[in-house]
């Protein structure tokens, strides 16, 4: 059973940074690609950033490019996400996710698994 759970989220002011974590267990991870979501208020799951597992191919939203850095640490099954140069608009519920396939995907329907949430809030 694989599980995920997402630490690291809080209040920060805009301009600053913060750094998610996602702790897995339960697989070996080595053919899964782990995602990075959030969910506003009032707004549907988006996509932010994906990684493969092996080889660390990544890929990110264009509300993001530059600015977050998805990564991993093979040996802790841990997955990160660090959030630089904040704004408001990133205000949100954020959901680490895993797929049991090695395509990099942004659909939230592709990955089967989820974690609880971290919330993250950017004052403006």
């Known amino acids: 059973q694989v599980q995920l759970v997402e630490s690291g989220g809080g209040l920060v002011q805009a301009g600053g940074s913060l750094r998610l974590s996602c702790a897995a267990s339960?697989?070996?991870?080595?053919?899964?690609?782990m995602g990075w979501f959030r969910q506003a208020p009032g707004k549907e799951r988006e996509f932010v950033s994906a990684?493969?597992?092996?080889?660390?191919?990544?890929y990110y939203a264009d509300s993001v490019k530059g600015r977050f850095t998805i990564s991993r640490d093979n040996a802790k099954s841990t997955l990160y996400l660090q959030m630089n140069s904040l704004k408001s608009e990133d205000t949100a519920v954020y959901y680490c996710?895993?797929?049991?396939?090695?395509?990099?995907?942004?659909?939230?329907?592709?990955?089967?698994?989820w974690g609880q949430g971290t919330q993250v809030t950017v004052s403006s």
């Open positions: 990684i493969r597992w092996s080889g660390g191919a990544t």
């Open positions: 339960g697989r070996t991870f080595s053919s899964y690609v």
């Open positions: 996710a895993a797929r049991n396939n090695i395509l990099l995907v942004t659909a939230a329907y592709n990955y089967n698994y």
